[in-house]
């Protein structure tokens, strides 16, 4: 074999080790990005969840305030009818 096809072969061995190496490593790093998201994702559907237990907590304090203003209100009428 002469020297240019084996400066050839080794260029082309070297080529394929680099791109193979390349896309081994993109790889890796795709499938740790993921996994860094999916754990993201997954404290965020905990905050959703604990943010809609604390509308539905919300409504019902509010609902509790209106009935007690209502109640303020209906003592307070009978306080200066009384007088």
């Known amino acids: 074999m002469s020297e240019a096809m084996i400066i050839g072969l080794l260029s082309l061995l070297g080529t394929l080790a ?8 993109a790889n890796k790093l795709m ?3 993921l996994d ?3 754990e993201n994702m997954k404290k965020m559907e905990s905050n959703t969840d604990r943010i809609y237990q604390l509308e539905l907590h919300n409504a019902v304090q509010d609902t509790r305030i209106d009935d007690i ?8 009428k009978v306080v200066e009818h009384g007088n």
């Open 18 to 25: 680099g791109t193979f190496g390349g896309i081994l490593t």
């Open 69 to 76: 203003a209502d109640e303020v209100e209906k003592v307070r």
């Open 36 to 38: 860094k998201l999916e």
């Open 31 to 33: 499938a740790y990005r």
